[in-house]
């Protein structure tokens, strides 16, 4: 099976929310990434700092605006 590599842009303000509220361990932020991947391609959403705080609300972590 090859694999397909696929490049997305993040706002600098989604990546600062995500650091102030993620776990802070490589598994911790690999989860937070996979999780707010699959729900940005489900819903057809871009990655906002909306989209990430239903992730972490969902996920049991950080704080909602």
Known sequence: MQQV???VEVDG???DFMLARM???FD???RLVR???ESALARRRNITVPL???V???M???HSL
């Open 23 to 25: 776990e802070r361990s």
């Open 52 to 54: 990430v705080s239903q």
């Open 60 to 62: 049991g972590e950080g």
């Open 35 to 37: 999780a707010i991947d």
């Open 13 to 15: 303000e989604v990546v």
């Open 28 to 30: 911790g932020a690999r």
């Open 5 to 7: 590599k696929i490049t």
């Open 56 to 58: 972490l609300r969902g």
